[in-house]
């Protein structure tokens, strides 16, 4: 199956510093990239779609300018975690599917982030 | 609005036993329905879906899943379980967008030796 590549897997950063997670579809494009938040022992919570080219849709009650979302190119997408603080420590994932595709969904394998 | 519901928090099975992990939904028009797993500290992998067809449907690692239009379930099953199968299983189902996927709280799977 198709192969997304997600970066760093694991990264520690002091409060008030802002982050970079990167998503990238190895062997595919990806029109459409999600960016998900997951906390201990619960489900993915959808934070964002990211479109290629265009803004990204953002959830309710997520903050656009705390995550910004960067979708640049078919084969990357990129989340900085600006101005980070402790509550903002979980577990993102992001997911792409192909450009026509059933809407199956290929997974990045996370990114734990924790804020001192 | 379409909606996953996953019943179970946990299941336990022994080594061995047949395992089923249930999913029901509610969807406008015809559902495309996934499973997906994901082990500790790990993104989630593909098992299986049912888009259309027969209503059994055969994924990964030997698992299989149910699809059953009167019930609205769609329930994983696997025949024999091994303690590697332990995870935490997610059912979907495709939301408004083509690719959006509608998620269940998920299922954490024990496989006891």
């Known amino acids: 199956g198709a192969v997304v590549s997600q970066h760093p897997s694991w990264v520690i950063c002091k409060s008030g510093t802002s982050v970079k997670i990167e998503c990238r579809s190895l062997?595919?494009?990806?029109?459409?990239m999600f960016w998900y938040r997951q906390f201990p022992k619960q489900s993915l919570m959808l934070m964002a779609t990211?479109?290629?080219?265009?803004?990204?849709?953002?959830e309710q009650g997520v903050e656009k300018d705390k995550f910004l979302i960067n979708h640049a190119s078919l084969t990357l997408s990129t989340l900085t975690v600006t101005s980070a603080h402790p509550e903002d420590s979980s577990f993102y994932i992001c997911?792409?599917?192909?450009?026509?595709?059933?809407?199956?969904?290929?997974f990045g394998e996370g990114s734990r982030l924790t804020v001192l | 609005a379409q909606s996953v519901a996953q019943p179970e928090d946990q299941v336990n099975v022994a080594e061995g036993n047949p395992l089923t992990v249930k999913c029901t939904y509610s969807v406008s028009g015809n559902p495309y329905l996934f499973w997906y797993v994901q082990y500790p500290n790990r993104g989630l992998q593909f098992l299986l879906k049912y888009i259309t067809g027969d209503n059994l449907v055969k994924g990964s690692y030997g698992f299989e899943a149910e699809f059953n239009k009167s019930q609205t379930s769609f329930h994983l099953k696997k025949p024999s379980a091994l303690v590697s199968d332990s995870a935490l299983y997610f059912c979907a189902v495709r939301g408004d967008s083509n690719y959006q996927l509608i998620w269940g709280a998920g299922t954490k799977l024990i496989i006891k030796p």
């Open positions: 062997d595919f494009q990806a029109t459409t």
């Open positions: 990211s479109n290629e080219g265009s803004k990204a849709t953002y």
């Open positions: 997911s792409a599917s192909v450009l026509a595709g059933t809407g199956e969904l290929f």
